[in-house]
Structure formats: C-alpha cells, structure tokens
C-alpha cells in the first residue's frame, strides 16, 4: 500500500512538473528579442498629421472588452514589469518608434494601431486595434529601419490558439490577464493602478469585469482549439481573415454549426491607391470602401448583436447595433486616400543600377504589364464616374494563375446557415447590395455563401450605425465612397495589382508564402519549400526578407494546406496550371528585379532608357 502511495504521488509530482513546465512555457512565449533600429526612417508617403491620424484613429473594436487602462496596467506573469511596455509589444511584431512618446492621439505611448476609444453609454475607454497595427510595414537593414505606412505587417497578432513556445499575442494576453487575476498580489497592484483614489470602493466590481473578460479571451481560445477551426498556423504577418470574421459573424454571433474549418492564411495586402481599384480583397470579392471598413472592424472585434438575448431574430427595424465608429472609419478612408507607394530610400537600401532596371523595365512592359498595369476606365465604364480614376483590376482565375487556392476556394465554397436571423427576401432587396456575376435567385438563407451572407449583415450594420450616428441621406453616398453599393462578386482567383511600391511588401503571393521577388520570377523547383518569418531584415539584392533561422521565429512550410508556393511561374512550356510566362533568364530576373525598386517612382522613370520591347506573348496553351 505504502508504494502505491509513493508511486501514485510520483505520478502526481510528475503531473504537476509537466503542467508547471507547459504553464511557464505558454506565460512566456518564444518571441524574438527586439533591437530598437539605430536610425528610423519615415518615407514620405503622407504628412505627418495624416500618418498620426491613421495610426490611432479608432475604429470601435474591442479585445473582448479590455480596458484601455487594464491593458497599460497589466503585469508580465512571473514579473512586475509591465505589459504593454514598447519594447515587450515590439517583440510581437508591433511597430514602435524608440523616440516616441505619449500623446493625446496616444495616451498609453503603445504601439502603432493601439488606439483608444470611449463608449458613448458607458463612458468606459477601450483598448481599440485599428487598420494600422496589420497595414503598417517596417524593413529593417544595416541596423537602420524603414517605416512603410499602408504596408504588410510582421506581427503575430491573430493566433488565439495557445501552443508551447508559440509567439501570439492573444496567448500572451491571456496569460498575463489569468495571473493578475488569480495571484492576490498582482490584482492588487493591478487595481490600485487603474482605480487610483476609488480602490475600495470598486475593486471588488472591477475584479467581476475583469474575469468576464478573461474567460471571453480563454473560452474563444479553448473553443478555437477543440474544435480545431485554424489548423494552418499563421505565424507572422499572416490571418485567415476571412475565415476569422466568418467564424465571428457566423459561428460565434448566429450558431455554432456554422463554424468553418479556416486553413487559408493570408498576408496583410498594402493600401497604397486601394480608393482607384474597383474591386478590393485578395479575391476582388469587395467593392464599396465603408462596407469593406466595416468588415474590418468586425474581424478585429468590434462588438455585433444578431439576435436579441433569447436567440430571437431582431425586429427589422432594429438590425444591427454594432460598436463599429462611421465617422472615424471614414476619416481613416479618405486620410487613406492620401497615401502614396513609397519610394526606394538609396541612402539606406543601396543605389539603383539605372542600366539594368532600363532592361527591367522593357521586360517588365513584355511579360507583366498585361496584368499588373493600372487600367484606367473611361467614365462611361466605372462604377463610380466621380471618381478619377477608377482602375480595372484582373482577376486571374487560380486554375490558370495556379497560386494556392485555398482561400478563394473556402470563401467560394463555405456555406452557412443564417435562418435564425429571420430575413425576408424583400427586406433584402431593400438594401444597397448588389449581387456581380451569375444571378442565384431568391437567398437561401440555409446556405448562405461568406461573401453574401457578410454583405447583408454589412449593409444592415451600416444602415444602423448611419442612424446612430446621426448620418444623414445627403451625407451618406459620400461616406459609402462615392455612393458605391455594396457590391459582391465570387469568383476563384486572385486580384492581380498594380506593382508600385512592390518591394516593400514582402514575403510575396497572397498566402506570403514567397521570400523575395527573384524567388517569384524563378520556377518553382528554385524557391525555397521552407524559411523563417517573423524579422524584419531585408534582402536589397533579391529584394524580399532575409530567412536564416532565428530565435523566435516562425517556420513557414510551404506543403501544409494553404502555405503553397506554387504558380505564378515563369518557365517554358504550357500555359496556365500556374505557368503564367516564359522562363526568364538569370539575368533577365536581376533585371526586372531592379526595375521593381522603382516601377513607378517619378524619381527614377525619366532617368531610365528607353530600350524595345517586344510584345506580349502569351505563349502556347495545352489542353
């Protein structure tokens, strides 16, 4: 008896080492040290009062409910430093300048996209993620950093699945948030800081809110992960945004039985000149600017009520409140619509070899203009006749593009259930929401594609959220974009963009699944199956991120489902299945390469000679 007591306290002793162990490891991820830049470099895309309002203008999200002050407040787990220090969020990926200081538009000094905003009832101020924290790049060379404003982020923002060693913030969050609450110390500090001189009175309230906060972040972790709905990691720079908001929209706010298994991580695509195109996402599935906004604001989390308490559909003229901010969004709209690409900085990435971006650039007219040039419409053909100039963006099918299609396919293919919402079809056909393509008759509201079903919610939340906020009819095209209907299109392809400021987006192809541009001019036998995300370092040679291991980074496979880094190819032989144009020559690549640091920098296009260029030939199609 007394060895089966010692056996079974070994077990137990055991037990607890392994949860100790796993509990250490999680509380304190495996992020990569940060190094603040010896020099920081703003490029001169905007000004800088655009740039400060884009940076913390909010958008009416919520982390689950935190706290603008409980999230300043908050300690590390096993330390009493604080959280939301720069220099820790940095280690997530988030941007910091070293010389940055609190502000009015920044009260906490946080990074950039960490915005707060006060709840117009309560008066309580949220922590508020805006477009900023995931469209704002930085490219770091040589010890010196280049700010790229509108550019693809490098953070680990999105995961909330907990894993050992892993790098998410929401884990990390979650962990410090569980050891405020449950070690007596911690809370204490914790309330005294954000209640000050009302501590007696309202720590044992404060303490209540912050537990339903807490297990909002541990239950959409804990069912995140049972349910297995995100099984390709997304590491840095990368979210399946459409499958999260989906998931959000449709799973969370309406049933359960809509959640969709979500395997298509994505990168976060620039937004220099998105206001010309007439189609916006990946996928060209999104037209209206303040409907694609409040798409957005609803993946990052701001708060959406679908059904009234009981489970009960929502009386029509009370759809839909949201938290999302209309007139904030459309400040950060047409602040946006300022930005310009950014231009190759010489004095920190290296000269520009005239003669051979000259070449590039009669190459570039051959073999990538016919897709990636902007294409002007003439006022009679836009959508939108008062906007000048609206561009024609190629959708490029995958079937003959041959890019991973993953995420095409689930947004063309997942279907959800939105009976429980109680819609009828002509309160549907009331809305401004217009249907592209091939005409489906009557919604079936049991089985309701991602695109449409988030349209109408769309349309619904605007309309409430124009009443709220006191939008009037008049006002109301300008704030949709020049009076754009919400427009949807499905189709199973890639948007093909204009290549301006290209080489400062890196890693390439809508899943980031490709390090450097020579990488993406090259067959696809000559990339790299695998390489490491999640520094900033850049490559000017082969114009992409540098991908030696480090510690803290993240390994991006690319034969897991949705990390292909296939297509787009240049080689001989058919055309289409991912082969897209000729195989090009060693020194063909290097050249265009060159010619991609300043494809439409007015600095450079004059200096360039003017070579022939042969046409485009689109080369010989097998059945």
Avoid at 225 to 246: M, N, Q, V
Avoid at 475 to 493: C, K, N, S, T
Avoid at 502 to 522: D, K, R
Wanted: proline residues 7%; charged residues 25%.
């Amino acid at each position: 008896m007394r060895l089966l007591r010692r056996a079974l306290s070994g077990v137990l002793l055991l037990a607890a080492l392994v949860v100790a162990v796993g509990l250490y490891f999680v509380a304190y991820p495996n992020l990569p040290e940060y190094e603040a830049p010896r020099a920081l470099r703003y490029l001169d895309q905007w000004s800088e009062a655009d740039r400060q309002t884009y940076y913390y203008t909010p958008q009416g999200t919520q982390v689950k409910g935190l706290e603008y002050d409980w999230f300043r407040a908050l300690e590390l787990p096993f330390s009493r430093d604080r959280f939301a220090t720069p220099d820790y969020l940095a280690r997530f990926g988030f941007l910091v300048d070293p010389a940055q200081k609190a502000t009015a538009l920044n009260p906490g000094n946080l990074p950039v996209g960490f915005a707060r905003h006060e709840d117009d009832e309560t008066g309580r101020a949220y922590l508020d993620v805006t477009c900023a924290a995931c469209h704002t790049g930085e490219l770091r060379y040589q010890g010196h950093a280049v700010r790229i404003d509108g550019g693809a982020a490098m953070h680990s923002l999105a995961s909330t699945v907990p894993t050992l060693r892993g790098g998410s913030f929401g884990q990390a969050l979650g962990m410090s948030m569980a050891f405020t609450y449950y070690d007596p110390l911690k809370f204490r500090r914790f309330a005294r800081e954000v209640l000050g001189e009302r501590y007696e009175q309202d720590h044992k309230q404060l303490r209540n809110n912050f537990k339903q906060v807490l297990d909002r972040l541990l239950g959409t972790a804990y069912n995140d992960w049972h349910r297995g709905l995100y099984p390709t990691e997304e590491g840095f720079g990368r979210t399946d945004a459409f499958g999260r908001i989906a998931n959000s929209a449709f799973g969370d706010a309406i049933d359960p039985a809509n959640y969709r298994v979500a395997n298509a991580p994505v990168s976060y695509p620039h937004l220099w000149d998105i206001w010309k195109f007439d189609w916006v996402q990946w996928n060209g599935s999104a037209m209206q600017p303040m409907a694609r906004n409040i798409g957005e604001a609803l993946g990052v989390g701001a708060t959406l009520q679908l059904l009234q308490e009981d489970g009960q559909p929502i009386a029509e003229a009370e759809r839909y409140a949201s938290g999302v901010r209309i007139r904030d969004l459309h400040r950060l709209e047409t602040t946006l619509m300022h930005l310009a690409p950014p231009h190759w900085p010489e004095d920190v990435l290296g000269k520009v070899d005239i003669e051979q971006a000259s070449l590039g650039r009669a190459l570039y007219r051959e073999n990538c203009a016919h897709c990636h040039d902007a294409n002007p419409k003439p006022v009679e053909k836009r959508f939108a006749p008062e906007r000048d100039p609206e561009w024609r963006m190629k959708v490029i099918p995958t079937s003959f593009v041959g890019t991973d299609p993953t995420s095409a396919d689930n947004i063309a293919s997942h279907r959800f259930n939105l009976t429980r919402l109680g819609w009828a079809q002509d309160e549907l056909d009331s809305l401004d929401v217009r249907l592209y393509g091939k005409s489906s008759g009557p919604l079936d509201l049991s089985k309701v594609s991602s695109a449409k079903g988030l349209a109408y919610i769309t349309a619904y939340v605007e309309d409430r959220a124009y009443r709220d906020a006191g939008i009037s009819e008049a006002e109301r095209a300008e704030f949709d974009g020049y009076g754009l209907p919400i427009g949807v299109q499905e189709l199973r392809g890639y948007k093909a963009r204009p290549l301006d400021g290209i080489w400062a987006t890196p890693p390439f192809l809508h899943n980031g699944s490709v390090p450097t541009l020579f990488q993406l001019l090259s067959p696809v036998a000559e990339r790299q199956k695998d390489f490491w995300v999640g520094s900033r370092e850049y490559d000017p040679q082969h114009v992409g991120i540098r991908t030696e291991r480090f510690d803290g980074g993240f390994l991006l496979d690319t034969a897991i489902t949705g990390n292909s880094n296939r297509g787009h190819e240049f080689r001989a032989g058919c055309r289409g299945s991912g082969v897209i144009g000729r195989a090009l020559a060693p020194h063909e690549r290097w050249a265009l390469v060159e010619y991609l640091k300043v494809l439409g920098d007015p600095r450079f296009e004059p200096r360039l000679e003017e070579l022939p260029t042969r046409p485009h030939n689109p080369g010989p199609s097998c059945p």
